[in-house]
């Protein structure tokens, strides 16, 4: 099954704790990207990466980083974690083929992560 | 900068109405819009995509419209069922461009 991977699903854990969430992608797509949810706000980027080694700040990356060394993970770090960082996060994929065999992107299902 | 609004921000209809879902954005340079569904909690599902030379698409009930010209997409939900109550997200590709905008989604309650 064609899907996006995302680990761990919760994630509760103390200020300045470094923490990195795994996402993996079985669909062999170029564009890979991380969100973050928050109520009233709505889906803001981090950061993306448009192939392997190819990574790019999003809207709001401040106190993330990422890496793609393999084209099927992308994972997101979080190097000293603070309590405004307490949101729900997506990792997402999309093939960079253009054309009507693009069907848009593919979300995982979501790491909700607390800071206390 | 691409703004997308969505109108309105929750919805509560009876089941076995059909509805209209808005969704607006500000450049009408875009590539593609897409529609997705989240369940509370969950990830988002795709709906529909509609590229920019398309006028809409349907899936099953679903069927999304654009118009480019008037920065505007709407969803129409034909014969709804509890099962559809979800919030309903658009997200605009500008073109040239990889990353989309998202509205802030219209949260759908169907009561039976």
């Known amino acids: 099954e064609a899907q996006v991977t995302q680990n761990p699903r919760y994630l509760i854990t103390v200020t300045g704790k470094k923490l990195t969430v795994t996402c993996s992608q079985n669909?062999?797509?170029?564009?890979m990207s991380w969100y973050r949810q928050d109520p009233g706000l709505g889906l803001r980027q981090i950061y993306y990466s448009m192939n392997v080694e190819v990574t790019d700040k999003g809207d709001v990356p401040e106190g993330y980083k990422v890496s793609r060394k393999e084209k099927r993970n992308f994972p997101l770090i979080l190097e000293s974690p603070s309590p405004n960082q307490t949101s729900l996060y997506f990792c997402?994929?999309?093939?960079?083929?253009?054309?009507?065999?693009?069907?848009?992107?593919?979300f995982g299902s979501g790491t909700r992560l607390t800071v206390v | 900068k691409q703004e997308v609004t969505q109108i309105p921000a929750a919805l509560s209809v009876p089941e076995g109405e059909n509805l209209v879902l808005n969704c607006s954005f500000t450049d009408s340079a875009i590539y593609n819009l897409q529609w997705f569904r989240q369940d509370p909690g969950k990830g988002l599902t795709s709906l529909l995509l509609i590229q920019s030379s398309q006028r809409e698409q349907t899936s099953g009930r679903l069927n999304a419209s654009l118009d480019k010209s008037s920065g505007r997409s709407t969803l129409y939900i034909a014969a709804s069922q509890p099962g559809d109550s979800a919030t309903y997200l658009c997200?605009?590709?500008?073109?040239?461009?990889?990353?989309?905008?998202f509205g802030t989604g219209t949260k759908l309650q169907v009561i039976p």
């Open positions: 669909m062999n797509h170029e564009y």
């Open positions: 997200a605009v590709r500008l073109g040239g461009y990889q990353k989309v905008t």
């Open positions: 997402a994929s999309k093939s960079a083929q253009e054309g009507v065999s693009n069907y848009g992107y593919t």
